[in-house]
């Protein structure tokens, strides 16, 4: 029988847990600040209380870190010109 499971797999790394990547990579003031309002403009959505429209794009996960910030700036430019009308 052919082996077909994992055959593109090369290296398995262990990942640390979240608390120990939250502890070597705290979030400054401004991206703590920037979390929470997002949060609770979201909340607003979500029990009507701002009737924006919400938006939720992804990718679920990034592996060309240029391409993701490319992509982000495009977001960034279509949400400006979404505010200005």
Excluded: W
Aim: negative net charge; contains cysteine; proline residues 4%.
């Amino acid at each position: 029988m052919h082996k077909t499971d994992d055959v593109r797999i090369s290296e398995i790394k262990e990942l640390l847990p979240p608390v120990a990547i939250l502890e070597k990579f705290s979030a400054s003031e401004a991206a703590s600040e920037t979390v929470y309002q997002a949060r609770k403009s979201i909340h607003n959505i979500l029990n009507e209380e701002d009737d924006r429209l919400l938006v939720i794009v992804g990718p679920c996960s990034i592996h060309d870190t240029d391409a993701a910030i490319e992509y982000g700036k495009k977001l960034k430019h279509f949400e400006m010109s979404l505010t200005l009308i």
